[in-house]
């Protein structure tokens, strides 16, 4: 993806452009691997996990885009996904990161917040407090709804929606959360465990037992909805850097 190759940060938006940059990443890669799947006609629901995370990184990237203050929103971002990083390495200690307890996790956080703040500021003045700032807004937060916006994310999406259909001129629908929860709520059905099981199933009885079938899914269904919001992640996180390019450059 050309745009991806050619995305430069701006000094004084560093984390923010970063954390977009990550969320294409996502969005890129995850679509990807979805595909991949696709390719396996008989179980397309397999690529849902894919899509669900390339969807979930589209729809924050628009968020994240379309906020005013887009450098400080994006240092908050960048704060919470180092949160969320060190309570990992807190419980799971993983071989060779060297950390051994909580403690531990606390420090990797603290130089990990010093050193990104000491590198804005290496290149945008002043820039590196922001750093400090967003920590002391994430800890003031709810932990409920859980991200860097502290807000219901659906409904952020909708503001952001209309913020480039302004841009681009262009009408929307107005009940855009809803039907990303509705997205949504189909891609993470496939993504977590269950019993999937369908309304037709065959049964065989044996002297020992009985022997249950479940018939193929609706493989047609699941391939449109996951190739359907694969190519809408896609272009979410086309417009998300339109609008980047035009408001925050």
């Known amino acids: ?3 991806r190759d050619q995305f430069l940060c701006q000094p004084k938006n560093l984390l923010a452009d970063m954390v977009l940059l990550a ?11 979805g595909m991949g799947v696709l390719q396996l006609e008989t179980i397309p629901h397999r690529a849902f996990p894919c899509i669900r995370t390339a969807f979930e990184a589209a729809q924050q990237a628009l968020v994240l885009v379309t906020q005013e203050y887009y450098a400080f929103v994006g240092a908050k971002a960048w704060v919470y996904y180092c949160r969320r990083d060190k309570n990992w390495l807190a419980l799971a200690k ?6 051994q307890s909580k403690q531990d996790a606390d420090d990797w956080f603290e130089a990990k917040l010093q050193d990104i703040a000491n590198l804005w500021d290496s290149v945008s003045n002043g820039q590196g407090k922001l750093v400090a700032q967003a920590r002391i807004e994430l800890e003031k937060q709810p932990r409920r709804p859980d991200n860097w916006l502290g807000k219901d994310l659906a409904l952020a999406q909708d503001e952001a929606y209309r913020k480039i259909a302004s841009l681009r001129k262009i009408q929307i629908d107005q009940n855009m959360s809803t039907t990303n929860r ?21 049964f065989e009885t044996y002297p020992n037992g009985i022997k249950v079938s479940f018939l193929t899914r609706d493989n047609p269904f699941n391939f449109k909805t996951a190739s359907t919001s694969a190519m809408l992640s896609v272009e979410e996180i086309l417009m998300a850097l339109e609008y980047r390019n035009h408001i925050h450059s």
């Open 1 to 3: 993806m050309n745009e």
């Open 94 to 99: 993983p071989e060779g990161s060297g950390i």
């Open 182 to 202: 509705s997205i949504y709520g189909s891609l993470s059905r496939d993504t977590h465990t269950g019993l999937r099981i369908n309304a037709e199933i065959t």
């Open 23 to 33: 969320f294409m990443n996502d969005v890129l890669e995850s679509v990807q691997a």
